[in-house]
């Protein structure tokens, strides 16, 4: 893989949230029209206040996805940069990938707050948006970007 | 460039002739700046256009990689749209074309108001990989 792959994939994430984004906007904006037009099986009887809730959380599902997508790079780095068979759990990693490209403690700072948040977002369910998705982009941007140019 | 247009080739050959000159412009800035430039060329697909081919840039300034990313012709909201990301950061701009001119639109969707030249690209390259 070229780390410019890499950046790529978080970059189409980004490009889909903002294309689902306008997506929900546009169908709040003409919701009785919509509504009144379509079938029972287009519409799938789904109401505003559904919606509005993945409006609400359509950043966070986002995040979600982009954390995810970081995170299946970092592990074909592992396995296929550094030749590793092994599976660390990501904080493993992290420090291992960290120690190994001799990383500055801020980048591996940044992503572990963002990484003890999706964990505490995973497991308790909390909707509490700490991060946006640019900060996560950026932080997840950065410590790729100590990676190789290939691997 | 190789096309299959299925649309009015004019608009088609305006556009691409749009973003040669844009990608030009911005290489002279860029060596301007003694920033390394790379050109490839992208395929692009569109419904309405068919396929097609534009110059992309790469860009090595000091702080990371500017890409210039043509996007598309139709879009929403606009009469073209020529992305410029920076990496790490994954900060972008989106030049957007209107009214026969280039704006600077942010990803928060508010426009830069800043005209666009030399001094405004090299500021917002800075600003983009900073």
Avoid at chain 1, 7 to 12: D, E, K
Avoid at chain 2, 3 to 13: D, E, F, I, N
Avoid at chain 2, 18 to 38: D, F, H, P, T, Y
Avoid at chain 2, 69 to 92: Q, S, Y
């Amino acid at each position: 893989m070229m780390r410019d792959q890499a950046y790529q994939i978080l970059a189409r994430v980004r490009d889909e949230l903002e294309t689902a984004r306008f997506a929900l906007s546009v169908v709040a904006q003409n919701w009785d029209r919509l509504t009144t037009s379509a079938s029972p099986i287009t519409a799938r009887a789904i109401a505003i206040g559904n919606l509005r809730l993945c409006r609400d959380h359509i950043e966070l599902t986002y995040i979600m996805r982009l954390f995810a997508a970081f995170e299946a790079t970092l592990r074909d780095y592992w396995l296929n940069g550094v030749g590793r068979k092994t599976e660390p759990d990501l904080i493993s990693l992290l420090t291992s990938l960290t120690g190994r490209q001799n990383m500055d403690a801020e980048t591996l700072a940044a992503v572990n707050n963002i990484r003890e948040w999706r964990n505490q977002v995973i497991h308790r369910d909390m909707r509490l948006q700490q991060f946006d998705f640019p900060s996560c982009a950026r932080a997840f941007g950065l410590f790729i970007s100590w990676l190789p140019i290939e691997w | 460039m190789t096309q299959t247009a299925k649309s009015s080739p004019s608009s088609l050959q305006e556009w691409v002739a749009l973003v040669q000159s844009l990608a030009k412009q911005i290489q002279g800035w860029s060596q301007s700046q003694q920033w390394k430039v790379e050109e490839g060329q992208k395929t692009i697909h569109e419904d309405m256009l068919g396929v097609y081919t534009v110059p992309e840039l790469r860009i090595t300034a000091s702080g990371g990689i500017l890409h210039l990313n043509p996007i598309a012709l139709h879009v929403a909201g606009g009469d073209g749209r020529v992305d410029l990301e920076a990496f790490p950061t994954l900060n972008r701009v989106k030049l957007v074309r209107s009214h026969n001119q280039w704006t600077i639109m942010t990803d928060s969707n508010v426009p830069l108001r800043d005209p666009w030249n030399q001094e405004t690209f090299v500021r917002l390259a800075a600003d983009l990989l900073n």
